[in-house]
């Protein structure tokens, strides 16, 4: 585990965020529509915003999520640099998010997962659910942040 990666509760701005999804995969769930604009919204509204950062001070993982503090945490983005994966930050960035929306006795923690982030939740006791509802009637163009 890197030490030297700090993570805090702070609000990044839209810039600084599109920048780290630039070296991350996270940024492939986001649609191509009015992107910038709705980024800028995501970063001033989650209910937690927390930001890890490197020795230099370069943002290294995100974890934003939605809470009401009482029963449930929505994960929206959990992302790690791809220069620092498997270093255990995005287990920190979790472990510290569940922590702060009010714990594991109290707090249930739901996320839609990528693919290739499954075995990741897994390894952290999460399991797949049937249950979830969905209403989407988004006009969605795929794109990567470049």
């Keep these: 585990m890197d030490n030297s990666v700090i993570i805090t509760e702070e609000r990044l701005s839209a810039e600084e965020y599109i920048d780290f999804l630039k ?15 709705r980024i800028k919204k995501l970063v001033n509204n989650v209910s937690i915003s927390l930001v890890a950062r490197n020795e230099n001070n370069l943002v290294v993982g995100v974890l934003f999520g939605l809470t009401d503090f009482a029963y449930w945490l929505y994960i929206t983005d959990l992302g790690v640099d791809r220069a620092y994966v498997k270093q255990g930050i995005g287990k920190r960035l979790m472990k510290t998010a569940h922590s702060i929306a ?45």
Excluded: H
Aim: glycine letters at 6%.
């Design 23 to 37: 070296r991350t995969d996270l940024g492939s769930q986001y649609p191509k529509e009015r992107f910038e604009e």
């Design 102 to 146: 009010g714990g594991e006795k109290d707090i249930a923690v739901y996320l839609i997962a990528n693919e290739n982030a499954i075995p990741f939740y897994e390894k952290l006791g999460m399991k797949k659910s049937d249950d979830v509802m969905q209403y989407n009637n988004i006009d969605w163009t795929e794109f990567t942040v470049q």
